[in-house]
């Protein structure tokens, strides 16, 4: 008789993995299958080039929750993150310069040059978001309560959620702008000069097919400043080895707990029988039994895809998924690199805090604006916003000595062209991006050894991210916390039963965070639990 296993998890991306070590840890016996021939997902590193490492998709690490950390002792098994310091580097056209630093005192020369004012209130802007971000960690790991719900555990959590609001106090009043302004408005109520602004609300946009101006955004600029490194708080690093590290490590805890996990396994359909879950069928035929089923993918490959719609589910929720939103607007372009670009704004080809934090080229938040409106009406930007990071500066592992790699997140390249394809596409796109980034380091272009260009389809071809969206669905106010994925399916179980979601489709969102996984691993067990009493 074949094996029915504890859990079978689909994809086998951080989240998955995270799952799965968690599972194995209380004694059951999951099984992760990967369609790619390694596990990661989108937090992978690919040796694109002989010799050169590339973290493909996700490139820098702050939101991997502290717990996951310490307990799957990912630092035992090698993971290493260099803070980066300065965090931000923002360039202007004009050969001006903006540098973030950890450092308070040196962050104030730096936006003194442009404002003293907001120089003077920068420090009171980054100690409120802190502040918002302390009341908001905890309900990162807890599942979110259905408020229509009459259940005790529902309405007690509920009333933990009230007593967190009320310890806010004063700072309510920022959360719920946060949480419904757009980036602009809420920038704007902070400082004056375009040129911060500008630096700040690039991580606004990041992932989003939206522009500084739709409601909305300040929460994503919000969750991308709620991370840490080695207890930093809204620090960012870069991982030794490329990101794939982070899902190498997990994996590593995983199967010394004992999971298994299967790469080059492709999953075709989940099977169901009267209502619930028994397993699934890969793409070879290979039937595996399972007695939950754990989908790391998004809802639209969930429940459209993987399950028949019509008769797995009620029609109702069909609905709603159908409706669900996930637009992808975010390019990827990977360089490999003789040498380090030599930036007009601060020269030199030698290692520099230039080359160390995240560099922004976007000079105003109007120009990020105009990029967005091009999208809007299905034209990848002709003028995007840039952002790169250099890992080599920190990293020698992952390129040949003295070469050097970069790799750079850009808005916006809608999923839908109204001209071309991606794949007709894709390297214009490409080719503005290196001409943007040679404007602000004339080096560049003649320093490009190798490009790698990642479209909106591509993410959706080898990453399996539904039109592109790397959060697995958009992080609007209509689809966070027990709205996220949608009205009740928040709390990681699904209308089929034993199949449950563990991806950032789920709360807390996108990024590198782990906490989804985490969160699904705690159901499920609860879960096992009740059925073993029972």
């Not at 991997?64 to 035992?76: A, H, S």
């Not at 996930?326 to 380090?340: C, H, R």
């Amino acid at each position: 008789m074949s094996r029915v296993y504890d859990a079978v998890i689909i994809g086998g991306g951080h989240n998955g993995l995270v799952t799965a070590a968690y599972l194995a840890g209380r004694g059951l016996t999951p099984l992760v299958l990967e369609r790619r021939p390694f596990v990661g997902g989108a937090c992978v590193t690919e040796e694109i080039w002989p010799g050169y490492k590339i973290s493909t998709a996700a490139y820098v690490s702050s939101l991997l929750r502290r717990e996951v950390i310490n307990d799957l002792n990912l630092k035992k098994h090698g993971l290493k993150i260099y803070p980066q310091d300065p965090p931000y580097f923002q360039i202007y056209p004009d050969g001006r310069s903006l540098m973030i630093w950890n450092d308070y005192k040196k962050t104030y020369e730096e936006i003194r040059k442009f404002s003293k004012k907001d120089a003077d209130v920068f420090e009171e802007y980054e100690a409120t978001l802190n502040r918002l971000a302390e009341f908001i960690e905890p309900l990162m790991l807890t599942t979110p309560p259905n408020p229509t719900s009459s259940r005790v555990r529902d309405l007690w959590n509920l009333l933990g959620m009230a007593r967190l609001v009320r310890g806010l106090k004063e700072d309510l009043y920022a959360e719920v702008e946060v949480m419904v302004t757009s980036a602009k408005e809420f920038l704007d109520s902070w400082f004056e000069s375009e040129e911060l602004k500008a630096l700040l609300c690039g991580q606004a946009v990041i992932g989003t097919l939206a522009g500084p101006r739709t409601p909305g955004t300040a929460y994503v600029l919000f969750h991308h400043v709620m991370g840490e490194v080695d207890g930093m708080r809204g620090c960012w690093g870069v991982v030794r080895g490329g990101m794939g590290q982070i899902s190498e490590c997990i994996a590593t805890e995983a199967r010394i707990r004992g999971a298994e996990i299967r790469c080059d396994a492709h999953v075709e359909k989940i099977l169901v029988k009267n209502g619930r879950t028994t397993g699934v069928v890969l793409k070879n035929g290979e039937e595996i039994r399972a007695n939950v089923v754990v989908s790391n993918a998004d809802p639209k490959i969930t429940f459209l895809r993987l399950l028949d719609p019509k008769n797995d589910l009620p029609g109702d929720f069909v609905r709603r998924i159908e409706r669900f939103k996930i637009d992808g607007s975010s390019v990827k372009v990977n360089y490999a690199m003789a040498e380090l670009p030599n930036f007009t704004s601060l020269p030199g080809t030698t290692l520099g805090p230039q080359h160390t934090g995240t560099i922004d080229m976007c000079p105003t938040m109007d120009y990020m604006e105009r990029a967005y409106d091009e999208a809007k009406y299905g034209r990848w930007s002709s003028e995007p916003y840039v952002e790169a990071v250099i890992p080599t500066a920190f990293d020698d592992s992952i390129a040949p000595p003295g070469k050097h790699i970069m790799t750079t997140f850009c808005q916006f390249g809608p999923y839908d062209l109204v001209e071309g394809t991606w794949d007709t596409e894709k390297e214009k796109f490409g080719d503005r991006v290196t001409e943007i980034i040679t404007r602000y380091a004339p080096n560049f272009k003649n320093s490009i050894l190798h490009r790698q260009v990642i479209s909106p389809l591509d993410l959706e071809r080898d990453f399996s991210l539904t039109r592109g969206n790397i959060f697995q669905g958009n992080m609007g106010l209509d689809q966070l916390f027990f709205m996220r994925p949608v009205p009740g399916c928040a709390d990681y179980r699904t209308p089929v039963r034993g199949l449950y979601l563990c991806g950032a489709c789920t709360h807390p969102g996108g990024g590198v965070m782990g906490a989804s996984g985490y969160n699904a691993s705690r159901e499920i067990l609860r879960d096992f639990k009740k059925r073993n009493a029972a």
